[in-house]
């Protein structure tokens, strides 16, 4: 099991910068994909962004690509998202996933909250 806990969300003016983090614990992760979803109210949630074990693999949504940036520290056993330039549609709940195989059986955190206002 791996369980994992995000923090770094809150409320910001729209063209603000947030990071955030997400601290694992449990099973090793350093050779496990990871990765930042979102759901919005009254949505599904969706990828933001995605690593792999060594960082030569990443993935943004073209909603975020430019803006924000993910990164991971595997001696840490942490995973981060700078989020950059935000505007209010990135309002949502961000959650932190762990692919130990594929993305069907990954683990997930509790989620944080990022509201940005115009």
Known sequence: QVQLVESGGGL????????????TSGRTVST????????APGKEREV????NWSGSSIYYADS???RFTISRDN???TLYLRMNS???EDTAVY???VNPSSWARAFWGQGTQVTVSS
Do not use: D, E, H
């Not at 910001?12 to 601290?23: D, I, M, P």
């Not at 496990?32 to 759901?39: A, I, L, N, S, T």
């Not at 933001?48 to 690593?51: E, K, Y």
């Open 12 to 23: 910001v003016q729209a063209g603000g910068s947030l990071r955030l983090s997400c601290a």
């Open 86 to 88: 935000l505007k209010p």
């Open 95 to 97: 959650y932190c996933a």
């Open 75 to 77: 001696a840490r056993n």
């Open 48 to 51: 933001v962004a995605t690593i």
């Open 64 to 66: 975020v690509k430019g």
């Open 32 to 39: 496990y994909g990871m990765g930042w979803f979102r759901q």
